[in-house]
């Protein structure tokens, strides 16, 4: 069994976490966003072919 | 919800990257001690190589939509000046910061600014940050689109420097370990697991990308809308 300094490992891990949580959120957060931009999306089209069918079918 | 290419892509990535994490904590096999001052700190090579490979491929669809958006004026190539950007800009942070981490464990310093290859990369990561925060901070138009696309295209330079500085000034940063043309130092597990790490990040980079382009898209399509709706329809 290989031996490891705990501290070394620790800080590794604490540095590792960090990173990896950060990626999550940006990525949730990009996720959310497309998400949220596609409801709008559609909610806009909505609204503009009840008030101008022309426009939407551009 | 049905989910989209670029979000399947962006799960699978993320999955891979964790697991990188994981095999490298538990599987891979330890440098030699004699070899490294901190060899536990070594494991964050497997995060930060592929990080950093990751990013190379956002800046070369950097340069790719900053030279489209300037020769042919195509609002895809304007996507994807904004997707290389913002993925530049995150794999760039990460590259960065997982090399300070490893810099203070082995080098007693988290930066050389001696260093070229250090320097260039950090350089990289600066101009992805300003646009990103000047696209933000600035109205849509032709003059901005030309200004930020002038920054992508001549801010490219970089990474061809920043690929060959340790091969020409190795100065604190270690040579690379692949694609040396005389064989690799890795032994297969270290190299599986960094292979692994490589394709993950990959599909990470791209799924945040192609989700990206589809925002960009999104709040271009909002816009026209919203302006056709103000519009008094």
């Known amino acids: 069994m290989e031996e490891y300094n705990m501290e070394g490992m620790t800080y590794l891990a604490v540095a590792y976490f960090g990173m990896i949580v950060a990626v999550g959120i940006w990525t949730y957060t990009v996720v959310q966003r497309s998400r949220h931009l596609s409801q709008r999306m559609d909610a806009l089209e909505n609204a503009v072919k009840t008030y101008s069918p022309e426009f939407a079918e551009e | ?233």
């Open chain 2, 1 to 233: 919800m049905k989910m989209k290419t670029g979000e399947v892509l962006l799960l699978f990535g993320f999955i891979g990257i964790a697991t990188t994490m994981i095999l490298a904590f538990l599987w891979a096999p330890s440098v030699s001690i004699k070899a490294f001052e901190s060899p536990a700190a070594q494991r964050i090579f497997y995060w930060h190589v592929p990080s950093a490979w990751a990013a190379f491929i956002a800046f070369g669809v950097l340069f790719v939509g900053s030279a489209g958006w300037i020769f042919k004026r195509s609002e895809l190539m304007w996507r994807l000046h904004i997707a290389g950007s913002e993925a530049g800009l995150a794999t760039g942070l990460m590259t960065v910061w997982s090399g300070c981490v490893w810099g203070a464990a082995e080098w007693g310093t988290p930066w050389d600014w001696t260093d070229v290859r250090l320097n260039t990369f950090g350089l990289l990561t600066l101009l992805a940050i300003y646009l990103v925060l000047g696209r933000s901070s600035q109205p849509d138009g032709v003059e901005t689109r030309d200004t930020f696309a002038a920054f992508g295209l001549y801010g490219f330079v970089l990474v061809p420097v920043t690929y060959i500085a340790t091969r020409i000034w190795s100065i604190r940063h270690p040579g690379p370990v692949i694609g040396t043309g005389e064989g690799s130092s890795l032994n297969a597990d270290m190299g599986l697991v960094l292979l692994f790490g490589t394709i993950s990040f990959t599909l990470l980079i791209a799924g945040h990308m192609l989700t990206s382009m589809r925002i960009t898209s999104f709040e271009q399509r909002i816009e026209t809308l919203q302006k056709r709706l103000d519009g008094g329809v």
